[in-house]
C-alpha cells in the first residue's frame, strides 16, 4: 500500500493565484511528521514546511501552509500568490517515528507545478 | 545559512566500476541519509546512519552498496561494482535532533554505462 499518494502528477496555476496541492498518507503510528520539499528542474530538494501529528494548528511558512486535516489523513499544501520561480516539483514527505523506529523520510511521487504568467 | 554539499555534482563510471559518491553534512547535525531518484520517478530512502552506525537500510541498500562517515565531517556512499539500474540521482541528507526537518544536498547524478 503506499504511504504517500500525491494524486496530481501535473497542476497549472495563473501567476499570483493561489494553488492546493494534494498529499494523502497511511500509517498507523500515532507519531508522525509531514514535510513538503520542492524539487526545481535543476534537481536540488528545498525543504517547505513541516507539520507534527501532535500539531494542533496548521503549519505556515511564508507564503506556504499545510492544510493539515488528520482525520481524513491529508496534508495539502497551499502556496499562495504563485510566483513563475514556484515552477517545479511538488514532493510530500513522511517521517514515522515509532513501529520500525525509522526516521527516514517516504516519498509520494510527486507533483509538477508550472506557474503561467 | 549551513548546507549540505555533495561532490561530484555528475559521475559517469563504467559498468562493473566502483563509484564512491561524497557528502559533507551540516556540521552539528547527528543523522545522516542517502536516497536515490531514479529519472522521473519518486526519490527512494537507501540508508539512515547515526552514532557511527547504520540505523535502518531499504531492501535497496544490498551488499554492493556500504556507507562511511571516515572522519569527522565527511559521510561517503560506496558502490562496489555498478550496475546499468544505478544511474540515478543520488541525495545525501542531514537533519539535528528531534523534529527538524533533513537537509538535503543538491545530489550527483550518477551514470552508467
Redesign the interface.
Given at each position: 500500500a503506499q504511504k504517500i499518494t500525491q494524486t496530481q502528477p501535473g497542476m497549472f496555476v495563473q501567476e499570483k493565484e493561489a494553488v492546493t496541492l494534494d498529499c494523502t498518507y497511511d500509517t498507523s503510528d500515532q507519531s508522525y511528521g509531514l514535510f513538503w520539499y520542492k524539487q526545481p528542474s535543476s534537481g536540488e530538494m528545498i525543504f517547505l514546511i513541516y507539520q507534527g501529528s501532535y500539531d494542533e494548528q496548521n503549519a505556515t511558512e511564508g507564503r506556504y501552509s499545510l492544510n493539515f486535516q488528520k482525520a481524513r489523513k491529508s496534508a495539502n499544501l497551499v502556496i499562495s500568490a504563485s510566483q513563475l520561480g514556484d515552477s517545479a516539483m511538488y514532493f510530500c514527505a513522511m517521517r514515522e517515528v515509532q513501529g520500525t523506529g525509522r526516521r527516514a523520510l517516504t516519498f509520494g511521487s510527486g507533483t509538477r507545478l508550472q506557474v503561467q504568467p | 545559512e549551513p548546507e549540505v554539499t555533495q561532490t561530484p555534482s555528475h559521475q559517469v563510471t563504467q559498468m562493473g566500476q566502483e563509484v564512491i559518491l561524497r557528502c559533507v553534512p551540516i556540521s552539528n547535525h547527528l543523522?545522516f541519509?542517502w536516497?536515490r531518484q531514479i529519472l522521473g520517478?519518486?526519490?527512494?530512502?537507501l540508508v539512515?546512519f547515526?552514532n557511527n552506525e547504520i540505523?535502518?537500510k531499504?531492501e535497496i541498500f544490498d551488499d554492493q552498496f556500504s556507507v562511511e562517515r571516515p572522519d569527522g565531517s565527511n559521510f561517503t556512499l560506496k558502490i562496489r561494482s555498478t550496475k546499468l539500474e544505478d544511474s540515478a540521482?543520488y541525495?545525501c541528507?542531514s537533519?539535528g535532533g528531534g523534529?527538524q526537518?533533513?537537509?538535503?544536498?543538491?545530489?550527483t547524478?550518477l551514470s552508467i554505462l
Open positions: - | 543523522y541519509y536516497y520517478q519518486k526519490v527512494e530512502f539512515s547515526y540505523s535502518e531499504s540521482m541525495f541528507a537533519k523534529n526537518p533533513q537537509h538535503f544536498g543538491d545530489g547524478r
